[in-house]
């Protein structure tokens, strides 16, 4: 089993949307590919409430999957590179972890 935790921290606006309406659509986008990838066992979308500062993200991601496999057609998916690249203009900075286990 494969373990696909994200964390991304988003700007403060962009085209002139503000930050919180980015978080929601982006978490919306990400909780959507549930019904949409066969590969994904779970997937939970985390906002950040709490936390502040420069080393706090505002969102997670934390997903399962069956192997190695599964996790790169997930990667490569049509629906998951669509969020892929609306996340591209929005998001200031990305980490991962893929833990096997």
Same mark, same amino acid.
């Given at each position: 089993?494969?373990?696909?935790?994200?964390?991304?921290?988003?700007?403060?606006?962009?085209?002139?949307?503000?930050?919180?309406?980015?978080?929601?659509?982006?978490?919306? !986008?990400?909780?959507? $590919?549930?019904?949409?990838?066969?590969?994904?066992?779970?997937?939970?979308?985390?906002?950040?409430?709490?936390?502040?500062?420069?080393?706090?993200?505002?969102?997670?991601?934390?997903?399962?999957?069956?192997? $190695?496999? &599964? $996790?790169?057609?997930? &990667?490569?998916?049509?629906?998951?590179?669509?969020?892929?690249?609306? &996340?591209?203009?929005?998001?200031?900075? !990305?980490?991962?972890?893929? &833990?096997?286990?």
């Amino acid at each position: 089993m494969i373990q696909h935790i994200v964390q991304w921290k988003i700007k403060e606006e962009f085209n002139g949307v503000p930050k919180e309406r980015l978080i929601q659509e982006f978490r919306t !986008r990400l909780e959507s $590919l549930k019904t949409e990838i066969d590969e994904i066992n779970s997937l939970t979308v985390f906002i950040n409430s709490l936390a502040d500062g420069p080393q706090s993200s505002d969102l997670c991601l934390i997903s399962t999957h069956e192997n $190695l496999d &599964a $996790l790169h057609t997930y &990667a490569n998916h049509p629906k998951h590179l669509e969020v892929v690249a609306f &996340a591209k203009d929005i998001v200031v900075e !990305r980490r991962v972890v893929d &833990a096997e286990w």
